[in-house]
């Protein structure tokens, strides 16, 4: 019998990110009267949820280790204002020019967590208090505008290409590469995972270089869509990057059950979220408490029964 409700809580636990999907597409279909669905609006549903997507693939591989990056929205808005700058001589360079950034704000990070040791929450929470003075003094609290010839690569065409090849391509590593291996390892147990030969540090500073550079990518094309870098370009991203990975049902310790799915599925939640309470005419702060109070319910559903999970394999 108690076999039998492991399995079950088990199963309970893979579908109900879809379930949460379904539910959520579904009664904002119903509520909004349809115009959910329309192809105006799901393009701008993809277009909202671009550097969540990106940003999410690459986060899936630091949670696994039971990891934070609290510094990936400061690294965009940065990385988009180095773009913003650069852009006026170069495009193409522009691009390598955020990437770089971002490449530089991972390893920093990486070094800080992987290396010294520093908690990873606090280590990358300080790094976006340095990047968010950093922008205000490159903004001026106001705004940078980009090269004329960046608002030609605003195409969802190009867009859905790199969304769909970054996310193949993450998936594929995630899943089949060694190196995705020894995430989950990591984040089951580093002292496990230490003694089986996995290089912890080596693993960490990967997991947060590789978001460093998502995190420029992401940047590149947020100010291609905004038209200019500001001093608060990617703020709150960090937050919602958490709370879409945990409503795609991503364990919050990593380990073993991380699934890279949980980031895809997080994200069109968060974003069939967001786009049908603006359609129902909520107000920002409507929309905060809302968000919050799901995120919760969320959190404390599969906590719980991952809990019982987990006490049920230590009794077996």
């Excluded at 001589?89 to 770089?100: E, F, H, N, R, V």
């Excluded at 070094?111 to 003075?133: D, E, K, W």
């Excluded at 799915?261 to 049908?276: D, F, K, P, T």
């Amino acid at each position: 019998m108690k076999k039998n409700n492991g399995k079950g809580m088990e199963l309970f636990i893979n579908i109900f990110p879809f379930i949460s999907l379904a539910v959520v597409f579904v009664g904002f279909v119903v509520l909004s009267g349809g115009r959910t669905l329309t192809l105006a609006n799901c393009r701008k549903i993809f277009e909202q949820s671009f550097s969540l997507l990106l940003v999410g693939g690459a986060a899936v591989f630091l949670l696994a280790q039971n990891c934070l990056d609290m510094s990936v929205g400061a690294a965009i808005g940065m990385a988009g204002a180095v773009a913003a700058l650069v852009s006026k001589t170069s495009i193409p360079l522009a691009l390598l020019a955020a990437l770089g950034v971002g490449l530089l704000i991972g390893a920093v990070n990486g070094f800080l967590h992987g290396v010294l040791g520093i908690n990873a929450m606090i280590a990358t929470l300080a790094m976006q208090f340095i990047l968010r003075g950093l922008l205000l003094i490159v903004c001026k609290s106001g705004t940078l505008g980009i090269a004329a010839g960046m608002y030609d690569l605003d195409h969802i065409g190009l867009k859905a290409g790199v969304c769909i090849a970054f996310l193949f391509t993450a998936w594929l590593f995630f899943r089949f590469h060694s190196y995705g291996k020894k995430c989950k390892a990591a984040g089951a147990g580093e002292a496990s995972a230490i003694q089986s030969g996995v290089n912890i540090a080596e693993v960490k500073i990967i997991g947060y270089v590789f978001m460093g550079i998502t995190a420029g990518l992401a940047g590149f094309f947020t100010v291609i869509r905004t038209g200019a870098a500001m001093y608060n370009t990617g703020n709150m991203v960090e937050f919602d990057t958490v709370i879409a990975l945990i409503l795609g049902g991503m364990s919050i310790n990593g380990g073993a059950d991380s699934k890279f799915r949980s980031s895809v599925i997080g994200v069109l939640i968060l974003g069939i979220l967001n786009n049908g309470m603006v359609l129902l005419g909520l107000g920002t702060y409507p929309q905060l408490i809302t968000k919050g109070v799901i995120f919760i319910f969320v959190l404390a559903t599969t906590f719980t029964i991952r809990n019982k999970l987990n006490s049920g394999k230590k009794l077996a």
